[in-house]
């Protein structure tokens, strides 16, 4: 047996016909620009590596060198003598002289020093000797800090460099001596880390942090730029915020301190020489060029293909306006649109003459529906002419019989034709009107009209079939009856509706009523109700499922009034352009 094949679509065929090309060499190049980037990176880091380790081993060097100046002093008669606790106080200031002056021609030796300190508690002697860049405070904080330090013993020769913080500042404090008598160097990390006696690049940062990888040093630098000094010293680690820095450091031999520089990362487009660059640019091009190919495809076939899907579609749904645009610079897609839309306007035409027809027998049926509504009180009307004519009211006659003559040519409007909602407005104004002639207690009718709704188009006899009916069935010599005709705007969700209501205060709808004429399917030609399920058909043909109705009652204190409500679909364009009319309430009295 034959296997059939699966279908696919013709767009889906030349997209995986030009991705199959394009994904690996797009994969080749992002592997190599990946490759190159890490390699760049692992380059840089081995430079900035060796930059720091030089930079810290000059530091080990300085601070070696300070150590075996100190303990050489540590082995002199003159140290001796001050922890000896000698008791003759000239003899005990004669050696710390010798000292400190020794100290103090040392100090422009070793540039990183910034203070040296004597301080012997068995001979009570206490000197020092300090760099010229410490203020006078912080001279005070540093003697305090030595003088607790000897006198509480927490320093030992074993403990070679700590660091502290004094005055909001970070050194390193080399105590050499015991019992007592100290030598004391104080090196400020700040010294250290200055670039300028580095020779690296103005973009790097030389700091120091502790063992917890808190910065001592460039606290405000680290802080400001958002860096995170935890990371792999083993190799290197890129930190920061809208900056970014690679970070490289080791700790600082014979200190409890922490050596990291911080390197400005210049990117990879920074570190490529002129070919890798040209690669680069050709590479870029190669990306660029391929959703241009594919754009090119899909203008060229692609969419004149899915063009004519989407006019087979829109045929589908029943829309025999689509037609094949667009020229293409391929000959035979033009042949085929060309084809193709006079078939359809062959196809539109033998459409239209089938459509005009079903028309005009539309037409027919709603003239037929238009002359079912006979208003009953015509009778009336011609009984109450012939009492006026017997009482000799021939100007009210005149009247009546012009009243008359609007009801019936507005009534024989064709019913096709929309009318202005003003138009409709009259008519009742005019029917209520008649009624003064033929009833003893005529009716009221009041209006509420949104002004923005007196132009809307409505289907002739709408509100007036149901004013008819109110006047028809709810009429009393009780009770005055009272009609109100109301028009408003209503939204639903996206949805805009005139909603327009005739409610009565007579005794409303019997329940069975409701019933029946809420019923969508209710007989058209029944006996009874003739005007209301006029109005409904009529609104089924013009605006078919759109237009909505609804009638029931309501509470009026002693009696229950009737209310037949119906919502048309309105354009939003309409009801803008007469935003700007005031609102209004307007009342006629007959």
Known sequence: MKSVKKEVSFRRKLMTAVLSVTLPLIALLLFSNLYSTQAFNRKIADSNMRTMDYRAGRMEEQLNSVNDFLTGLTVSDDYRTLSGGEKTPLKAYLASYTLITQLKTALPAYGDVGAFFIYSAPSDAERDIFDDSISYAQKERLRAFVRDAVENNTYSYNMQWRHAEIGGKAYLFRFYGGRGTYLVAMVPLAALADARYMQIDTDAVM????????????????????????????????????????????????????????VNESGYFGSLDGLQAALLVLSLLALVLI???????????????????????????????????GKTNIREFNEVNETFNTMMTQIKDLKIESYEHEIETQKAELRYMQLQIRPHFFLNCLKSLYALAEAGKYDRIQKMILEISKHIRYIFTDSMELVPLSRELDHIENYIEMQR????????CRFDIDPRLRDLPIPPLSLQSFVENCVKHVYSPDYVLEIEVKAAVLRSGTDTFADLTVTDNGGGFPEDVIAEINEPDSPLYAQNHVGINNVK????????????????????????????????????????????????????NG
């Open 207 to 262: 700091l120091f942090s502790n063992k917890n990888n808190e910065p001592l040093t460039s606290v405000d630098f680290v802080e400001g730029n958002g860096i995170n000094l935890n990371g792999d010293y083993e190799n290197y680690f890129i930190s920061g915020g809208k900056q970014r820095y690679m970070i490289v450091g080791r700790d600082l031999a014979g200190t409890d301190c922490r050596a990291i520089l911080a």
């Open 437 to 444: 002639g033929s009833s003893q207690y005529p009716p009221v």
């Open 291 to 325: 959703p241009v190919i594919q754009w090119r495809l899909t203008n060229s076939i692609s969419k004149p293909v899915e063009g004519l899907r989407s006019v087979m579609e829109h045929i589908r749904a029943g829309n025999l306006e689509a037609k094949a645009e």
């Open 537 to 588: 058909k009529r609104l089924q043909l013009i605006y078919g499922d759109r237009a909505l109705y609804a009638f029931f009652n309501r509470d009026m204190g002693e009696r229950m009034g009737s209310v037949s409500e119906i919502l048309i679909p309105i354009d939003l364009v309409m009801l803008h352009a007469a935003e700007d009319e005031p609102d209004g309430e307007e009342a006629f």
